[in-house]
């Protein structure tokens, strides 16, 4: 099905590190990725739909799990709000309840506990990182989970036994939107405002927004013309196709079923939507690298040779073997055998810098062809095989791992659809697509959620108004500014959990994140205490120092993200728009240890050096 176009001859059959391979020809190479780029650099291919205050599609954020229930305006005092009830918040809570806080009060938009596990409950979803190194405070609760990778009804029971061990449910705001805070400086309090009428003043905010709260609606012409039934993965529609998570959706029997996307989020669900429905179409833009997940029961021996601090050693592990560290690889999966490899390239010393980018991109090449190879050893179709295949570096895109997802292309009632430039538009009965109409009963937008560098003020989805009444959009208008990519100068009290884009490091693993900043959180705000301190801001020039640096040790890799496919990583296609004050602590993803042993020496000072305290 696909046209002949420059490179055809990087053969899929070969390429595997083991032998025997097509072997690495970098102009082919540089020809063919190019040429299925710009299959891709569609003018407006990235359009999304704002969902604030839109008429027609506002009620793709509704919640369907959880019943809306009335109640009082509340007005009250308390020492922290955290907004967000995510991991983020989860932690933050459990660590201040830890430092001895008393009244905290969690604020969240969802109907409970959860943040992305809360909304996404979509059929097969389950984390994409190890259980045991995702799953938080599995010491504090004593649990193991039941398999390497969980599912995600698992991971959101779990995260609600943290909430309940800390007491966080019992004070917490649910089906609660925050659409003002605001520091109050004659009191010292930070003063919140509600979609429910609500008046919660704090003398401290912890901004625990999360990183994919966004839910991303693709503009397409027409989409408000389907006369069908339409939901995104985040807010899967069970009344209407039947089953839950775990069980066939028997309502999609006799249905025709579109799903647009390729992503996380429709690699997890197209398996259970093929054995459901009646006919399935999968639209896809751009394939994603798939590997092998291997999921498998948790051994009845995991826990036993564990030792106190077992979770935060392998989390460390894990960022080390990434980082190409000389360690045991503890976790042993997809994301230490190929991410690292690609992220931090081991080669022998005396390679000129050319010679070491050129073994690098071969590198890259050789793990690209194993998943291409994957796809020829597992699809039966060779047309169908072809348009599955990734055609770009292995850093362009998120990887994916799974075992169902390709089988399920084996299926006859399923049909893999090639649009690279995208839909062309949603119609009464369906959607066109390379010019030919596809009928559908049910289109199932598996597009995923805005990047996780979506500018702060935007993902917090409020006015933030500080000092001078200084709105934080307008001081982070040419990009953000913080001190330890947790705090910033006129906005005293308040603290952000760390963020990608936001000056402190990148993980692919969120929680080791979520955890460290947490305890850094919580710790300040102790200390704090402890000297009977009301106000804490950040001193100007120590924020400025902090952001100069952030700046001077920008990496720019523009120019090897621009050969890239369109993708969320490379901003869509246009990279030279990122920011150097967008960057991490240490340059390029960060260096999340020293970043962390500056926080920690910071912390042992006592000092409080950078800050301004009354």
């Not at 291409?372 to 770009?392: G, M, T």
């Amino acid at each position: 099905m696909n046209e002949e176009g420059p490179g055809d001859e990087i053969s899929s059959q070969g390429g595997d590190p083991g032998g025997g391979g097509a072997p690495f020809d970098p102009d082919a190479v540089h020809a063919k990725y190019l040429a299925e780029r710009d299959k891709r650099l569609v003018e407006g291919r990235a359009a999304i739909r704002d969902l604030t205050g839109d008429g027609v599609f506002a009620r793709y954020q509704d919640d369907p799990f959880t019943p809306f229930q009335h109640r009082d305006r509340i007005r009250d005092d308390v020492d922290v709000v955290v907004i967000g009830a995510g991991i983020g918040g989860i932690v933050s809570g459990a660590e201040l309840r830890r430092a001895g806080i008393a009244k905290i009060r969690l604020i969240d938009s969802a109907g409970g506990i959860g943040g992305t596990w809360y909304w996404n409950r979509y059929p097969g979803v389950m984390c994409d990182v190890e259980s045991y190194i995702y799953m938080p405070l599995l010491e504090d609760l004593d649990y193991i989970p039941s398999r390497k990778y969980a599912f995600g009804d698992e991971i959101r029971s779990h995260l609600e036994r943290i909430a309940e061990k800390f007491d966080l449910v019992r004070d917490a705001l649910f089906h609660t939107v925050v659409e003002r805070s605001e520091w109050d400086e004659s009191d010292a309090r930070w003063v919140l405002h509600t979609d429910r009428g609500d008046e919660i003043r704090a003398r401290y905010v912890v901004m625990a927004v999360g990183i994919l709260n966004l839910l991303k609606l693709p503009d397409i012409p027409g989409m408000e013309l389907f006369k069908g039934r339409s939901f995104h993965t985040s807010r899967w529609d069970y009344e209407y196709t039947g089953g839950d998570m775990h069980s066939p959706m028997t309502n999609l029997a006799d249905k025709a079923v579109g799903i647009i996307g390729t992503g996380a989020s429709a690699i997890q669900c197209v398996g259970p939507l093929a054995l459901s429905s009646r006919h399935l179409f999968v639209f896809q833009r751009t394939p994603s690298a798939i590997g092998e997940r291997n999921n498998r029961p948790t051994p009845p021996d995991f826990a036993q040779p564990l030792g106190p601090g077992w979770q935060r050693e392998r989390m460390g592990n894990f960022h080390s073997v990434l980082d190409g560290q000389s360690v045991p690889d503890l976790v042993d999966d997809g994301w230490t055998h190929h991410e690292a490899k690609v992220w931090s390239p081991r080669f022998e010393p005396g390679l000129s810098p050319e010679e070491f980018m050129l073994r690098a991109e071969e590198q890259d090449f050789e793990i690209m062809e194993q998943h291409r190879r994957r796809i020829d050893q597992i699809v039966e179709d060779p047309e169908v095989a072809e348009i599955l295949k990734p055609y770009y570096r292995y850093l362009c895109k998120r990887p994916c791992f799974h075992d169902e997802y390709l089988p399920a292309f084996n299926r006859a009632n399923l049909t893999l659809v090639d649009c690279p430039a995208g839909i062309e538009r949603v119609t009464e009965e369906g959607l066109v697509c390379n010019g030919r109409a596809f009928s559908l009963d049910c289109i199932v937008y598996a597009t995923g959620f805005e990047p996780e560098v979506t500018p702060f003020p935007r993902r917090a989805g409020h006015d933030i108004v500080g000092r001078r009444g200084v709105r934080l959009a307008d001081k982070w208008a040419d990009g953000p500014a913080t001190f330890h990519g947790m705090m910033t100068s006129g906005f005293p009290n308040m603290f952000m959990m760390p963020a990608p884009g936001q000056q402190s490091v990148v993980t692919v693993n969120a929680t080791f994140l979520n955890v460290e900043g947490a305890e850094h959180i919580a710790e300040t705000i102790r200390l704090l205490d402890q000297r009977d301190i009301r106000i804490v801001d950040v001193r100007p020039e120590a924020e400025a120092a902090y952001v100069d640096g952030i700046v001077g040790s920008f990496r720019d890799v523009s120019a090897v993200m621009e050969a890239c496919t369109p993708s969320r990583l490379n901003n869509e296609g246009n990279p030279k728009a990122m920011n150097p004050k967008s960057g991490a602590w240490g340059g390029g993803r960060g260096d999340l240890f020293g970043w962390l042993h500056m926080l920690e020496t910071w912390r042992r000072a006592g000092d409080f050096e950078g800050l301004e305290i009354s």
